[in-house]
């Protein structure tokens, strides 16, 4: 009787064992699951951030490259006015000596 009352013991103490080791793996794997969105959780931010960050570079070069655009757009404008202005200045000042020449060699 006195050993049955033993293993009667031993098999309360066993599945108690079992009991708090299988709390403590729940425990474990929760604590591994909270880890693992924690991981995802920085993942996603850390992505968003790089995305945010490559944005602004992207709208800083666009806008870069806008501006020198732009400018360039000026000095060429400004480039082809000056350029059209030397064109209408030799057209006056020559005008009557090219016409001249035109009309002599028509007529030769």
């Known amino acids: 009787m006195e050993r049955l009352k033993n293993m009667e013991k031993d098999i309360r103490y066993l599945l108690t064992q079992d009991q708090q080791a299988q709390a403590f793996l729940r425990e474990n794997q929760q604590r591994r699951q909270q880890m693992a969105d924690e991981i995802t959780r920085i993942q996603e931010e850390m992505q968003r951030e790089k995305f945010d960050n490559a944005q602004q570079q992207v ?37 009557a000596q090219w016409v001249e020449t035109i009309m002599r060699r028509c007529l030769e």
């Open 59 to 95: 709208d800083r070069i666009r806008q870069q490259n806008k501006e020198a655009y732009e400018q360039e757009l000026c000095r060429l404008h400004a480039s082809y006015k000056a350029a059209l202005q030397e064109l209408d200045e030799a057209y006056q000042s020559h005008q």
